[in-house]
């Protein structure tokens, strides 16, 4: 593995890793990302040229929203022949949503995409921010005969870099933030950078192509016992959802209760699609596996296979935009566009 000099282009979204502490309140707000720089001198020191681009007002990512992926992609875009990576530092909160999206609206990716960002603000003496976004550079910068080895959006957080769209938020005080429970680490860092060659995307060689356009009029509904006929009834009957994810219990099962069935039935036969994913964080839908997932399967409900939920909403918003998909959205929707299901 050998290292050229590579061109990398910092993105900077927001999220606690450039935050530092309001003295009046004591809570987390966003601060310059000139100052976030300069509290990481040994960027520097890696051989590797850094060009970056700020939001300009940087968000904490519970505020993250389809315009903010269209912006994004259309930096990516513009800059794509210019870099050989980018890195783009984001709040961990809903990182696993963005990058989803993300890793779906960049057809043919052949350069890396790597998210990252920290549990502890930059400036912060025990900060996770450094090594995280030293790493994602590197890893970014990674080259073997000249071309870039990672060819796929990815999300590095303390040691691992995952398929960003095979990721889900974990813990919220424990570095290690992030888990990706149906698919290996790309690569581990440790001593050196393992990488994991036969877990890598291999995109085919064409021009990438940019889908700026998604559907976020869908809907997710997360089964638990006791969810009444009114909540259902009412949710599935909004005329505005074009697309509905449920979480269901076990490997995709849920009610058997008539009323529940037949308000599922109403809004399949408006056409519109209807994904089943597992709310457990491993394993995969296997509708018809037990009975109570039989009348499902019947129906044409969409299995999301080992798919995470933040990825299902996430192709569900852009599979509804294309509109040369409407045809066959069941046969695309189960197939893998982006490594993100087995
Ligand atoms: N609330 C922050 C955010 O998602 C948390 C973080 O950055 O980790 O923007």
């Known amino acids: 593995m050998t290292m050229h000099t590579s061109t990398i282009l910092l993105i900077y979204t927001g999220g606690t ?25 040994e960027l520097n020191l890696l051989d590797c040229d850094i060009d970056t681009y700020s939001f300009e007002a940087p968000i904490d990512s519970s505020n993250m929203c389809p315009t903010y992926w269209q912006q994004l992609v259309t930096i990516i875009e513009k800059q794509y022949d210019r870099f050989d990576g980018f890195v783009i530092l984001h709040g961990s909160d809903t990182m696993s949503y963005s990058a989803s999206a993300v890793s779906f609206m960049l057809e043919n990716l052949n350069k890396p995409v790597i998210f990252t960002g920290s549990q502890l603000p930059i400036g912060d003496l025990r900060t996770d921010a450094k090594e995280n976004l030293i790493t994602s550079i590197q890893l970014a910068a990674l080259k073997e005969n000249n071309v870039s080895i990672i ?7 303390e040691y691992k870099l995952y398929r960003a769209n095979r990721t889900t938020k974990i813990n919220a005080e424990h570095f290690e933030a992030f888990a990706s429970l149906n698919y290996p680490a790309l690569v581990q860092s440790g001593v050196n950078l393992s990488v994991n060659y036969n877990a890598l995307l291999v995109p085919q060689n064409k021009p990438l192509l940019v889908h700026k356009a998604l559907e976020s009029r869908i809907l997710l509904i997360k089964m638990f016992p006791g969810i009444t006929r009114e909540t259902v009834e009412h949710l599935l009957s909004l005329s505005t959802i074009k697309g509905l994810v449920l979480e269901t219990y076990g490997s995709g099962n849920l009610t058997t209760e008539p009323w529940f069935i ?8 408006t056409g519109t699609p209807v994904v089943n994913v597992t709310q ?41 935009a294309r509109k040369d998909v409407q045809q066959d959205f069941k046969t695309i929707y189960e197939t893998s566009l982006r490594g993100e299901m087995s």
């Not at 060819?151 to 957080?157: A, H, T």
């Not at 037949?262 to 036969?269: E, N, S, T």
């Open 151 to 157: 060819k796929e959006v990815g999300l590095y957080f």
């Open 280 to 320: 457990c964080s491993g394993g995969s839908v296997v509708m018809g596996h037990y009975q109570t997932s039989v009348a499902l399967k019947k129906m044409g409900v969409i299995s999301g296979k080992d798919i995470t939920t933040e990825a299902a909403l996430a192709k569900l918003m852009y599979l509804l």
């Open 17 to 41: 890793i450039g935050m530092i502490k309001d003295s009046d309140t004591g809570s987390l707000k966003n601060f310059n990302f000139d100052e976030l720089l300069q509290y990481i001198p």
């Open 262 to 269: 037949a308000a599922l039935q109403k809004v399949i036969d």
